[in-house]
């Protein structure tokens, strides 16, 4: 049933739809006043976005190129030395076929660390020690410098010369006296100078023939010290015992990085004796990978010994010789003086030579047998010194104690060569590793490169290297 509207009602219906009209109105103006700045807000975040999302691009591609550039690093070199390396010729391949996230940008590389400098060489090399072969190849060297250390505690090599004698320190002329000259020649000179020649002349100059200058590398350079060793007057028997007592049986500082050095040496270079003979049968010697040393061409030959003594070719191998035989030398010698039952062979000897001297002569030569003595200890040791040398070089073992084996470790040629290189400084042996490497991969080879991307006035850097010896997480930032 119609009813019919009030002027009242109708008034006020009329009033609230124009109250409606006009908040609507409002809204829409006020829109209408913020809509430019909300445009403006979204087309900067929309600009940054995009600038950010080519920065990303730009850095993005920066580190593919580097590591790109990193992939061509020379196969030839990893597998013969397992060393990373790229040369820049190689590298810069990676902008061969690039194709830039933006086409005004400009790209280049720069190369750093050669890898023959010292401290990115040791680098490489103690990240492919201690990563890939320590428990197989560090091991051996490990147990024998820890035996080394054990005997060294119960050993003194370096005072061999307290056991000079008195009665020879005059010199040679001790044992074989100028008998000055004769108005008329006694009877008994012929058969004196017969029993001369037979029993001392002839030990004398035998002993002589294993005496050579002893070739040392000094540490602070690539000098090398020169010991003229005699023990038949004492000259530079001190220095030589302490010299050998500090080499064999005393730690250097950072061994561990000597150490890691000579293995890879003795690992990746020819040295002359690549095998040992164990029971009639010879056992070569192979890199971590695989490969047969002694398989190694020719060319390579004595690198190992180069390296340890600094020399060039058969110098090297021949001074390598001299250090063993003297070394040899030293520890037969220490082991006949200090053998009561091994000396006192000759001590009998000494005493029946010095009193067939007085009884041929009529008393008038009278030679002291501790004297006679010593010169038979040390031609026999010298002698003895000489034939591990030989056996040493034809890839036998020796005890390093002779005698009565007071200590239980075979030692082998390599040893030797371990032991000069421990011996000297990680700086010097690395700089000849460098040397013999170049000869046979010529670089320079780098192990890291930078990509830098120029576009417009910004610029992205990203440095990459191959894998360092000190965990990413572990390295500090400068």
């Given at each position: 049933?119609?009813?019919?509207?009030?002027?009242?009602?109708?008034?006020?219906?009329?009033?609230?739809?124009?109250?409606?009209?006009?908040?609507?109105?409002?809204?829409?103006?006020?829109?209408?006043?913020?809509?430019?700045?909300?445009?403006?807000?979204?087309?900067?975040?929309?600009?940054?976005?995009?600038?950010?999302?080519?920065?990303?691009?730009?850095?993005?591609?920066?580190?593919?190129?580097?590591?790109?550039?990193?992939?061509?690093?020379?196969?030839?070199?990893?597998?013969?030395?397992?060393?990373?390396?790229?040369?820049?010729?190689?590298?810069?391949?990676?902008?061969?076929?690039?194709?830039?996230?933006?086409?005004?940008?400009?790209?280049?590389?720069?190369?750093?660390?050669?890898?023959?400098?010292?401290?990115?060489?040791?680098?490489?090399?103690?990240?492919?020690?201690?990563?890939?072969?320590?428990?197989?190849?560090?091991?051996?060297?490990?147990?024998?410098?820890?035996?080394?250390?054990?005997?060294?505690?119960?050993?003194?090599?370096?005072?061999?010369?307290?056991?000079?004698?008195?009665?020879?320190?005059?010199?040679?002329?001790?044992?074989?006296?100028?008998?000055?000259s004769f108005d008329e020649e006694p009877e008994w000179k012929n058969e004196y100078e017969?029993?001369?020649?037979?029993?001392?002349?002839?030990?004398?100059?035998?002993?002589?023939?294993?005496?050579?200058?002893?070739?040392?590398?000094?540490?602070?350079?690539?000098?090398?010290?020169?010991?003229?060793?005699?023990?038949?007057?004492?000259?530079?028997?001190?220095?030589?015992?302490?010299?050998?007592?500090?080499?064999?049986?005393?730690?250097?500082?950072?061994?561990?990085?000597?150490?890691?050095?000579?293995?890879?040496?003795?690992?990746?270079?020819?040295?002359?004796?690549?095998?040992?003979?164990?029971?009639?049968?010879?056992?070569?010697?192979?890199?971590?990978?695989?490969?047969?040393?002694?398989?190694?061409?020719?060319?390579?030959?004595?690198?190992?010994?180069?390296?340890?003594?600094?020399?060039?070719?058969?110098?090297?191998?021949?001074?390598?010789?001299?250090?063993?035989?003297?070394?040899?030398?030293?520890?037969?010698?220490?082991?006949?003086?200090?053998?009561?039952?091994?000396?006192?062979?000759?001590?009998?000897?000494?005493?029946?030579?010095?009193?067939?001297?007085?009884?041929?002569t009529l008393g008038y030569v009278n030679i002291p047998p501790e004297a006679i003595e010593?010169?038979?200890?040390?031609?026999?040791?010298?002698?003895?010194?000489?034939?591990?040398?030989?056996?040493?070089?034809?890839?036998?073992?020796?005890?390093?104690?002779?005698?009565?084996?007071?200590?239980?470790?075979?030692?082998?040629?390599?040893?030797?060569?371990?032991?000069?290189?421990?011996?000297?400084?990680?700086?010097?042996?690395?700089?000849?590793?460098?040397?013999?490497?170049?000869?046979?991969?010529?670089?320079?080879?780098?192990?890291?490169?930078?990509?830098?991307?120029?576009?417009?006035?910004?610029?992205?850097?990203?440095?990459?290297?191959?894998?360092?010896?000190?965990?990413?997480?572990?390295?500090?930032?400068?």
């Amino acid at each position: 049933m119609f009813r019919p509207v009030s002027e009242r009602d109708a008034s006020r219906r009329i009033r609230q739809n124009s109250l409606a009209v006009a908040c609507v109105g409002s809204m829409s103006l006020a829109f209408c006043i913020v809509l430019p700045a909300i445009l403006l807000l979204f087309s900067q975040v929309l600009h940054f976005s995009r600038a950010s999302r080519a920065d990303a691009d730009l850095a993005r591609h920066a580190r593919i190129v580097a590591d790109t550039a990193l992939a061509h690093y020379d196969r030839d070199l990893y597998r013969t030395f397992g060393l990373f390396g790229v040369k820049e010729y190689e590298a810069k391949k990676a902008l061969d076929s690039d194709a830039l996230p933006i086409s005004e940008a400009r790209l280049r590389l720069e190369m750093a660390d050669d890898l023959m400098e010292e401290a990115a060489l040791k680098d490489a090399i103690a990240r492919h020690m201690t990563w890939r072969t320590a428990a197989s190849v560090l091991s051996d060297a490990l147990d024998k410098m820890g035996a080394l250390e054990k005997i060294g505690r119960e050993v003194n090599v370096s005072q061999l010369a307290d056991y000079f004698p008195e009665a020879l320190k005059p010199g040679y002329e001790v044992v074989d006296p100028d008998l000055g000259s004769f108005d008329e020649e006694p009877e008994w000179k012929n058969e004196y100078e017969a029993l001369m020649d037979k029993e001392i002349r002839r030990v004398y100059q035998k002993g002589l023939t294993y005496l050579a200058p002893i070739v040392i590398p000094d540490e602070s350079d690539e000098t090398y010290e020169t010991i003229q060793m005699n023990p038949f007057d004492n000259s530079g028997l001190q220095k030589f015992g302490s010299v050998v007592d500090s080499l064999l049986f005393v730690a250097p500082e950072n061994a561990l990085d000597r150490l890691i050095l000579s293995e890879y040496t003795l690992s990746y270079f020819y040295n002359d004796v690549p095998y040992v003979m164990r029971h009639g049968l010879r056992r070569d010697d192979y890199t971590p990978d695989g490969r047969m040393i002694s398989k190694f061409p020719v060319s390579r030959r004595y690198e190992a010994e180069e390296i340890a003594t600094g020399l060039q070719g058969k110098t090297a191998k021949t001074a390598t010789l001299v250090f063993i035989g003297a070394v040899r030398f030293a520890i037969h010698f220490v082991d006949i003086i200090t053998d009561e039952t091994n000396r006192a062979g000759y001590k009998a000897s000494a005493v029946a030579i010095a009193a067939t001297i007085t009884a041929v002569t009529l008393g008038y030569v009278n030679i002291p047998p501790e004297a006679i003595e010593w010169l038979l200890m040390a031609a026999a040791a010298l002698a003895l010194g000489a034939v591990d040398a030989a056996a040493l070089n034809k890839g036998e073992e020796v005890d390093l104690w002779p005698g009565m084996k007071k200590f239980e470790l075979k030692l082998r040629y390599r040893d030797f060569l371990r032991i000069l290189i421990v011996a000297q400084s990680p700086d010097k042996i690395a700089r000849r590793i460098a040397y013999a490497v170049d000869r046979v991969y010529p670089g320079p080879y780098y192990t890291s490169v930078a990509c830098i991307l120029d576009c417009g006035a910004k610029s992205v850097r990203f440095d990459a290297a191959f894998l360092s010896r000190i965990p990413e997480e572990d390295e500090v930032e400068p």
